[in-house]
């Protein structure tokens, strides 16, 4: 859903909604209408103007309102930022977000000048990486069909990792090699593979890869034009493979550099075409 207008809300409208809407009209520049309001409006935090001055936004101008001067017509997407606070309730037919928020305003006489600041900028921080977030759904491209969801994750020992997956995900393997063990937990619509290392160091966030299944051959040829239109890239373009477990496929890179597997099962009649080397075909 591609927001038009936003609201940010919180209770006295004079630091975390402030910060949001100074931070929102940069990140989303004139395609979004931005505006914030309270339940009971106070002042803006001169905290809140501080941290903001120091990312070169500038909210000396901006002023507290009651969110009952905002009309509802105006917006479409309401976010509210209030943490242990109750929230401003909006009247209105909108998409409602909630971000936690821990207000960076206190009475507590026993912060520093210096600690008060910092509060403010981790605040700030916290809402600039999620508007960051919203701002890269807006008006996503035409998207795939998924019908499975598939990772592939590198393991040290295959048998104990065996094990423990299969306690973790109650099911026991669909199948298993001397390289990896397969699990399809039906309840989950989950194809969970775990590899052998290959001799590569690991760590809590080693991944080999991500996939998602697609309903037929067309459908990963579609996913290939609709990944080329949204200029993602791509590292294998279409192809049948028939070593291993025979697939459609074609693959993505993710902005981090993770490979991603979309792919279809061959039907039966598919498999019957197998060719004699084995050798990948190209999808047309």
Known sequence: MKSKSILFLCVANSARSQMAEGLARTIFGPEVRVQSAGSKPATVNPYAIEVMREIGIDLSGHHSKSVDTIDPASVDTVITLCAEEVCPVFLGKVRRIHWPIQDAA??????????????????????????????ALQGLPAGLEPIEFHASVR??????????????LGTQPKEWTHR?????????????????????ELHQD?????????????????????????????????RTTWRGTPLHEMWLEDPNGNLIEIYARLTDD?????????????LT
């Open 106 to 135: 206190s009475d507590d006489p026993t912060l520093t000048p210096e600690q008060m600041p910092q509060r403010f900028r981790t605040a700030r921080d916290q809402i600039r990486g999620r508007l960051e977030v919203l701002r």
């Open 270 to 282: 598919e498999l019957a075409m197998r060719p004699p080397d084995l050798e990948a075909t190209a």
């Open 180 to 200: 990896y063990v397969t699990f399809v937990p039906p309840d989950l619509h989950t194809n969970f593979v775990i590899v052998v290392a290959d001799g590569k």
């Open 206 to 238: 080693t991944l080999y890869h991500l996939g998602i299944a697609v309903p037929d051959r067309t459908a990963v040829i579609r996913a290939f034009e609709r990944a080329r239109t949204a200029g993602l890239t791509i590292t294998k373009p279409p």
């Open 155 to 168: 393991v040290k020992n295959l048998a104990e990792s065996a094990r423990f997956y299969a306690w973790l």
